[in-house]
């Protein structure tokens, strides 16, 4: 086995194995220090496919604040409570049943659209391009003329998020009720 | 990437390694004497000065003690945790300080050894070369706040949840004014890379101004001069990264007892503190390479020093040595100077209250990095007109 296989195999295992975690632990807690887990063994998954830059802001994005802040506002509540109310009543039945089929029909959608895609060649993949800088100046060019549309509606997308977390804390019951 | 393409060149890169992390942590007893004996100056005080000759070995009197201490974990604890955290608290200060370069590139030509011919080599005096290194090092070293939260949640202690709480929270707001406020510098130097950024600061301050040459001799091209302000925001938020004073709340002593290390003790305390210093060394590290030319010497580029050296000793080999050698001093020398400046102000300043810490990140230090972004940008498209 090569160096970079081995590296492979062994990220990938770490990887999902936290990913496992997630689900699996009781504590809500490890759940989300697994779920940082996943995102470190993901992060330097990048870095395998030469995508520096994608891994350093998976890094700080996700593993570095996200999931921080995620952590942070679970340690804050006593969450007995809330695993009863999740693993009881009928809606929770209904709502585990549609995300197993939302998750089995990502996972069909993911394999379905990835058949023929590692035959395939593509031409402005930014890894192409070099190392370090070169790859970062590809990946935002191309960000900003060809994947312009998908771009700003996640900037739109944010922006909505972080209006209605404003009106949710201003609103009846808020934290920050008027 | 890769170790190298043969065995020395392997063996060399691994002890690197190894050398590099056993500099980081050498160094932090010696800045605890540093940080002692300089608040006693500062507080017109001696400070430890009993054990061997100006104290220095209060040093190992420290290491001993810390090692022979009782190992306790509070009944309340959650052990994998408690004992995890500690641990973890190490590595984003190692992994991040290794790719900070601390000198010139040493190359060293063919040589004969165990009747065999090696090398042509070159060896940075840096743990790894990452291409996106600014990014590599932001993103390793946010993940210190987990560290914070595990021992915070791990200890079972009110007072070291509310600490790492404190901390994450801190941590986070002021890594986006970190992070913003290095984008100007960034953009200026049109590299991420660490080495790319201190080459570009050989010499004599000059820059092109709309096909104008501007020049100032009595300057060093240095960062500072074209980022002032980022200099400043980033230097701030370095002191809030690395939780030190003023911006200490996660161990406020007089209403958190000591926050998130409240139930930690000997070793297990000593690996926490081999982290926060960690972080100092990054800070001050990364604070010299962007603002401050890193290992170039001032007014005198690399080359000529490289001509300096090759009159000193015909060998090349030894002239490349010694240009190393001396680069790796003068970075040493601008390093300390911010380590120091770190203590300093820790000794200087008083803590913030709490609401003044957000208040101060989110309402003055992350607008002014984002104006300076953005009159950066305008600038250097006026500058390329």
């Given at each position: 086995m090569t160096a970079d296989a081995f590296l492979f195999w062994f990220l990938a295992i770490v990887t999902l194995g936290s990913g496992l975690m997630v689900i699996l632990q009781k504590n809500p807690i490890y759940s989300a220090l697994s779920l940082a887990m996943t995102m470190v063994g993901m992060a330097a998954l990048f870095v395998t496919l030469n995508a520096f830059f994608i891994a350093g802001v998976q890094l700080i994005?996700?593993?570095?604040?996200v999931m921080v802040l995620f952590t942070m506002v679970i340690m804050l509540f006593d969450l007995k409570q809330d695993i009863q109310a999740f693993t009881r009543g009928k809606l929770s039945g209904i709502l585990k049943i549609a995300s197993v089929g939302l998750l089995a029909g990502l996972v069909v959608g993911a394999i379905a659209m990835s058949v023929g895609l590692l035959t395939e060649k593509t031409?402005?993949?930014?890894?192409?391009?070099?190392?370090g800088m070169e790859t970062t100046k590809a990946l935002g060019q191309i960000l900003y003329t060809k994947y312009i549309f998908g771009f700003e509606a996640l900037g739109v997308l944010l922006l909505v998020i972080a209006v209605g977390a404003v009106a949710l804390s201003r609103s009846k019951g808020g934290t920050h009720e008027r | 990437m890769g170790m190298g393409k043969d065995s020395f060149e392997i063996i060399v890169n691994g002890l690197k390694l190894v050398v590099i992390f056993l500099m980081m942590v050498q160094l932090v007893p010696i800045l605890v004497w540093v940080e002692r004996r300089g608040s006693a100056f500062i507080q017109n005080r001696l400070g430890p000065?009993?054990?061997?000759p100006l104290g220095l070995m209060q040093l190992l009197a420290d290491a001993v003690k810390f090692l022979t201490k009782e190992a306790f974990v509070p009944s309340t604890a959650k052990p994998l945790l408690y004992y995890a955290a500690p641990v973890f608290a190490l590595i984003p200060g190692a992994v991040a300080f290794?790719?900070?370069?601390?000198?010139t590139p040493l190359t060293v030509g063919t040589f004969e050894l165990f009747g065999q011919t090696w090398g042509p080599y070159t060896f940075l005096v840096q743990g790894y070369d990452i291409g996106v290194g600014i990014v590599f090092i932001l993103g390793v070293s946010s993940l210190a706040a987990y560290t914070l939260l595990m021992a915070g949640f791990g200890s079972g202690n009110k007072y070291s949840l509310m600490g790492a709480l404190r901390a994450s929270a801190q941590t986070i707001s002021y890594e986006l004014a970190l992070g913003l406020s290095i984008v100007g510098v960034i953009m200026m130097y049109g590299t991420f890379h660490l080495g790319d950024m201190t080459a570009a600061q050989q010499g004599t301050l000059h820059f092109q101004f709309m096909g104008y040459t501007v020049a100032a001799n009595?300057?060093?091209?240095?960062?500072i001069f074209f980022q002032p302000l980022g200099a400043l925001i980033f230097f701030a938020a370095t002191f809030a990264e690395s939780n030190?004073?003023?911006?200490?709340l996660a161990e406020g002593e007089s209403e958190l007892?000591?926050?998130?290390?409240?139930?930690y003790g000997g070793f297990k305390f000593n690996m926490f503190f081999i982290g926060e210093y960690g972080h100092m060394m990054i800070s001050a590290g990364l604070m010299s390479i962007f603002f401050f030319g890193g290992y170039g010497i001032p007014f005198v580029s690399v080359d000529q020093v490289h001509q300096w050296a090759s009159t000193v000793t015909a060998n090349a080999n030894w002239a490349n040595a010694l240009v190393s050698l001396i680069h790796f001093l003068v970075f040493n020398v601008k390093f300390f100077f911010f380590l120091w400046v770190f203590i300093w102000v820790r000794w200087t300043l008083p803590r913030f209250r709490y609401d003044q810490l957000m208040d101060l990140g989110w309402k003055t230090m992350l607008p002014w990095a984002l104006a300076n972004t953005i009159i950066t940008a305008f600038v250097i498209y006026l500058a390329s007109l």
């Open positions: 994005v996700y593993a570095g604040a031409t402005d993949n930014p890894v192409l391009v070099g190392n | 000065n009993r054990v061997g290794s790719a900070i370069p601390m000198s009595w300057l060093p091209n240095w960062g030190r004073l003023p911006f200490d007892v000591a926050g998130f290390h409240t139930e």
